[in-house]
Each structure stands twice: as structure tokens, then as C-alpha cells.
């Protein structure tokens, strides 16, 4: 079993544990009973916690946008949580504004099979997305299970809170062998009811208001800078942006900055704030 963790990969041998399922044949058959419910989230998230405890689960699909090569598209499936009652405000930001930013999953994108993808959340960078999804929430560790291609992407992500054990090597193992039973349940789910908001993450890019903002405040931005600018309101990301431009990527970091400086923004939320005329 291969496991990303922290950006780097390990692999760990047969001889780490058992890493036993043990479910009830009751909690799956309430996994199948709601596909293509809004009770599928937090039933398979029961059917993962009969083997492994988790304190919340998000699914997600990952598949490449319409048109283009190198640029995907995010559905979300749902999320649910034993300590709260509703995640969903939370992680409907994330998936808005944050996602294309978060380096778990950029490396493994279109990758072919199933991964097992850990997230130590103390050795990451500060910042908004650290702040907003793990630090205010008081989670320790995400563990995200990844199966499919290049055409489809599925994921489940399951995270601990703070003074939680961390996940054990027995428990990978388990939930690496679950993964088997999961994806096809999850893959069924898909099909049968289509991502919970795919209005919100597929919705048009904010270039007109973007331009009439910058007409209306009298503000000039060189031509990088309104390039870029309008890559990030297609939900590009800044790596993305200047691949696609042929530039350097510190280079369109210097041009990002520019930009933000010019529109008195400093993140990507700001920036669609900002052309919306939500400032």
C-alpha cells in the first residue's frame, strides 16, 4: 500500500497489522438503501466508523472540465459529521473558493487506482485555508481515500479532531481494503442523484463584473495582471495560470500580487468578492 503523507510517499509492508473490517451486514445494506439520498453521506460515514472512528467525512469527484486539457472541475457529494449536526455552510465555501488551492490532492489528479493520502494538519502553511478548515474546527489529521482516472476522480475524506488518536497503520490498512466496498456504493450514489450543488461549483466566471468593476473604480491593471486576474475567476489556479500563459510561476505570483495590491484584495474569495461588487 502506497501512502502519500505530507508530500512524500512511503510504502508500508503487509506486515503492519491486520487491519480487520468489521461491519454489520444491517450498515451496509442502510449504505445501499440511501443511494441517492441525502442520507448516503452520513450512513456510509456510520459504515466507515464501525472499523475506523472518524469525526467527519467529505465526498467529493474530481473530472476535467469541458474543453480543457489541463483544468478540473470539483462536485461535491455531501460531508457529515459526529460533532456537529450540519457542515455543510463550512464546506460549501471550501469547495467555492478554497479547493484549487489545497495541496493534498493537486499531485495526484487524473492518477490512475486508489490512493491513501494522509494530511499532517501541523505541518501546515499558515494561512486562510488552514485557518477556515482546520485550525477554527480543531482538526488534527485528514486521511483521504482517492480512486478512479483521468476522466473520473473519486474521494472520501475523513478527518480527527484534536485530542484524537492519530490514524493507525492497522487503520490504513482497513481502510484501504473498505475501499473495495466504498467506491462502488459511492460511484452508484453518483449516478443516481448528481453532485448536491453543481450550480455553485460550475457557475460562470465573474469576467464581466470583473471588467465593469475596473472601469467603474478607474483602476489599471497591465495585461498579465488582467490575464491572470480573470484565469483565477475561472477557477484556475496560479500554477495553472502560468502554465498556460508560458510564464514563470514566480512570475505570475509577482503579477498576482500586483493585481491584489492594485483592487485591495489578498485572496481568491476576496477576489470574487470584489468583482461580484461586494467589496
Known amino acids: 500500500m502506497h501512502i502519500l503523507y505530507s508530500g512524500l510517499t512511503r510504502t508500508a509492508t503487509s506486515d503492519a497489522g491486520s487491519g480487520a473490517i468489521r461491519v454489520r451486514p444491517e450498515t451496509v445494506g442502510a449504505v445501499v438503501g440511501a443511494i441517492g439520498t441525502e442520507g448516503f453521506a452520513p450512513a456510509i460515514g456510520a459504515l466507515i466508523g464501525e472499523s475506523v472512528p472518524i469525526d467527519y467525512l467529505h465526498l467529493e469527484r474530481c473530472r476535467p472540465r469541458a474543453g480543457s486539457e489541463s483544468d478540473y472541475v470539483v462536485d461535491w457529494f455531501g460531508s457529515w459529521s459526529v460533532r456537529y449536526e450540519d457542515v455543510s455552510d463550512v464546506m460549501r465555501d471550501y469547495y467555492r473558493d478554497y479547493w484549487q488551492d489545497d495541496p493534498l490532492t493537486q499531485p495526484v489528479r487524473a492518477q490512475k487506482g486508489t490512493l491513501v493520502l494522509l494530511r499532517d494538519v501541523g505541518a501546515m502553511a499558515a494561512g486562510e485555508l488552514r485557518r477556515r478548515f482546520f485550525d477554527e474546527p480543531r482538526i488534527a489529521e485528514e486521511c483521504m481515500l482517492v480512486h478512479g482516472d483521468a476522466k473520473n476522480q473519486f474521494a472520501l475524506s475523513l478527518t480527527r479532531g484534536r485530542g484524537q488518536a492519530a490514524f493507525a497503520m492497522d487503520e490504513l490498512f482497513c481502510l484501504r481494503r473498505m475501499a473495495e466496498m466504498l467506491f462502488p456504493m459511492f460511484e452508484s450514489h453518483v449516478r443516481a442523484c448528481g453532485?448536491?450543488?453543481?450550480?455553485?461549483?460550475?457557475?460562470?466566471?465573474?469576467?464581466?463584473?470583473?471588467?465593469?468593476?475596473?472601469?467603474?473604480?478607474?483602476?489599471?491593471?497591465?495585461?498579465?495582471?488582467?490575464?491572470?486576474?480573470?484565469?483565477?475567476?475561472?477557477?484556475?489556479?496560479?500554477?495553472?495560470?502560468?502554465?498556460?500563459?508560458?510564464?514563470?510561476?514566480?512570475?505570475?505570483?509577482?503579477?498576482v500580487g500586483r493585481a491584489f495590491a492594485k483592487l485591495g484584495v489578498s485572496s481568491r474569495k476576496e477576489l470574487f468578492a470584489w468583482a461580484g461588487g461586494n467589496a
Open 195 to 255: 453532485a448536491r450543488r453543481p450550480a455553485l461549483l460550475d457557475e460562470p466566471a465573474h469576467e464581466d463584473g470583473f471588467e465593469a468593476q475596473l472601469e467603474r473604480e478607474n483602476i489599471q491593471l497591465s495585461q498579465r495582471e488582467r490575464e491572470l486576474c480573470k484565469l483565477l475567476l475561472s477557477r484556475w489556479s496560479v500554477p495553472e495560470a502560468a502554465s498556460h500563459l508560458d510564464i514563470k510561476l514566480s512570475t505570475a505570483k509577482t503579477y
